[in-house]
């Protein structure tokens, strides 16, 4: 927990943030998330939740 991860979602979508918090299903809560739109912009979306059925790949961004 409290580590940065990076998520690749399903419809090509990709994620960055802080992980908070997940479930026994996947489901995870980001903190100080980063929506990556394209090779030069991306948005801040704060807090999300994204549900374990959208996540195609993650990858830690941190030493464990």
Do not use: P, W, Y
């Not at 998330?33 to 939740?49: K, L, Q, W, Y």
Request: with cysteine.
């Amino acid at each position: 927990m409290d580590k940065r991860l990076s998520l690749k979602l399903n419809g090509n979508r990709k994620v960055t943030g802080v992980l908070r918090g997940f479930d026994q299903f996947m489901n995870v809560t980001l903190d100080e998330t980063v929506e990556e739109v394209s090779a030069t912009e991306s948005n801040r979306i704060g807090m999300v939740v994204i549900r374990g059925n959208s996540i195609v790949q993650f990858e830690c961004l941190e030493r464990i």
